[in-house]
C-alpha cells in the first residue's frame, strides 16, 4: 500500500492499516480520524490495566462495572481493540507481526518504556523503511516529564488567560492541547504518505504536545512577541477586536454575543440599532471601539436591552451581523447540523460484549 485509494471518495483511505499503540486522548484521536474515512484501525492496549486509563475515566451516573467510559469512546471509533501485555514475549511478537502489517504507526510511550519494549521510533523505522512511524510526547522524545492536558494549558499560558480575571482563572474544560497535538499528528501523517507515494519511503514523526499548545497561541502570542502585551483573562473578550465576545442581555432576558469583526459591519449594526444617530467618533473605527469598549457596550446594551430576543435575532440576521445565543449542550445537539457529526457504532469488543459508542466526524 503506497498511497490511500481515493477513488472511493466516501472512504479514501480504505486499505490503509493504522496500528495505534497509543493511549488518552492526541494519539487515539488522530487514529480515529483514519478510521472514519476507511483506514484498518487496530488499537493496542494494556492488558495489565485493562485496557486504556480513559476506560475508568467515568462520570458519577455510569456504570463503574462497565469496562467503558463515555470519554473512551470519544477518541476510539471504529478500531479493532486488541489487548496485549508487551513485556510479554508472545504477545510483543504479535504486536511485532502488526507493525510489519502496518502503513502507519501512533504511540506515545514515554522514550524510557519505548526502550524496555523495542518499540524506539527510529530504530523500529529502520527495520520497516516503508513504516509511517508517529511518536507523541509530552515535550521532547528525550524528556522523561509526563504529558497531561491540565499541565499543558498552565505551562503553555493558556489557564492564564482564561477566566474572568486573576482571582478567577479558569482551564478551557476539553483536552484542547491534546486536540491541538492530534491535529499535528493527522497532519504530519498525511504529508508522509505524500512522500511515502513518491519516493517510497516511511518516515519518523516526533509530535510535542508543549509545542502544540504553544502553536495554538496564534495572536494572543504574536500580540507579545510583537508589543509586548500579555495576554490577561478576559473572560469572552476578544483583546483585538470589539465588541466580539461581548455579552449583551434582551429584554426578555436572553444573553448572547457578538462577533463583529469588521467597521463596515459596526456600521451596518449600529444604523439598524440607532437609525438617524450619528456614530460616536470614539466608535468608527475597531482601535477606538477597543479603547473604549465601556463605553460602547453600554450604548449598544441600552438598545438591546429595549427589545425581545426574537426581534434582536431578526435585526441582526437581516443585515448579516455575526452573532450567537450560548447554548448548552442539550441545545447544541438538537441542532440539525450538529446531529449529522454524530457517528454510532455498536459491535461486540474483545471481550464479546455487544457496545454502542459514539464519535463526532465532519460529514
Keep these: 500500500m503506497i498511497f490511500p485509494d481515493f477513488k472511493n471518495d466516501a472512504k479514501p483511505f480504505s486499505g490503509l492499516k493504522v496500528l495505534d499503540i497509543s493511549n488518552i486522548l492526541a494519539g487515539p484521536l488522530a487514529a480515529s480520524f483514519f478510521a472514519e474515512l476507511g483506514a484498518t484501525v487496530v488499537k493496542v492496549e494494556n492488558k495489565l490495566t485493562a485496557g486504556d486509563a480513559t476506560r475508568t475515566w467515568k462520570l458519577p451516573g455510569e456504570d463503574p462495572a462497565s469496562p467503558y467510559s463515555a470519554y473512551y469512546f470519544s477518541a476510539n471509533y471504529g478500531k479493532e481493540v486488541v489487548l496485549l501485555d508487551l513485556t510479554n514475549p508472545a504477545d510483543r511478537q504479535k504486536a511485532e507481526e502488526m507493525i510489519a502489517d502496518s502503513d ?10 519505548a526502550q524496555k519494549l523495542g518499540l524506539l521510533p527510529e530504530e523500529t523505522a529502520l527495520k520497516y523503511p516503508s513504516l509511517i512511524f508517529a511518536q507523541l510526547s509530552a515535550y521532547e522524545f528525550d524528556d522523561p516529564r509526563p504529558g497531561y492536558d491540565l499541565v499543558m494549558q498552565g505551562e503553555t499560558g493558556w489557564i492564564s488567560m482564561t477566566g474572568t480575571d486573576d482571582s478567577h482563572l479558569a482551564k478551557i474544560p476539553v483536552a484542547v492541547i491534546d486536540i491541538f ?25 516526533h509530535v510535542s504536545l508543549y509545542k502544540s499548545g504553544i502553536s495554538g497561541l496564534a495572536n494572543q502570542a504574536s500580540n507579545y512577541l510583537m508589543q509586548g502585551v500579555v495576554a490577561k483573562p478576559i473572560g469572552t473578550l476578544h483583546p483585538n477586536i470589539a465588541p466580539y465576545g461581548d455579552i449583551f442581555t434582551s429584554a426578555d432576558g436572553t444573553d448572547f454575543l457578538l462577533a463583529v469583526g469588521s467597521d463596515d459591519q459596526f456600521k451596518k449594526l449600529w444604523k439598524t440599532l440607532m437609525p438617524g444617530v450619528a456614530i460616536n467618533p470614539n466608535f468608527e473605527s475597531n482601535s477606538g471601539r477597543v479603547k473604549n469598549r465601556k463605553e460602547l457596550c453600554k450604548a449598544l446594551q441600552q438598545s438591546f436591552g429595549s427589545n425581545p430576543f426574537v426581534k434582536i435575532e431578526t435585526l441582526l440576521g437581516t443585515i448579516n451581523v455575526p452573532y450567537c445565543s450560548i447554548l448548552k449542550m442539550n441545545d447544541v445537539f438538537q441542532d440539525k447540523l450538529a446531529k449529522e457529526m454524530v457517528l454510532t457504532q455498536t459491535k461486540h469488543d474483545e471481550t464479546g460484549q455487544s457496545v454502542s459508542s459514539i464519535a463526532f466526524t465532519i460529514k
Design 181 to 205: 497535538a492530534s491535529h499535528q499528528i493527522k497532519e504530519a501523517v498525511l504529508i508522509a504518505l505524500i512522500k511515502r507515494a513518491v519516493t517510497g519511503k516511511g518516515s519518523t514523526i
Design 104 to 113: 502507519v504507526v501512533i504511540s506515545n510511550f514515554q522514550k524510557k518504556v
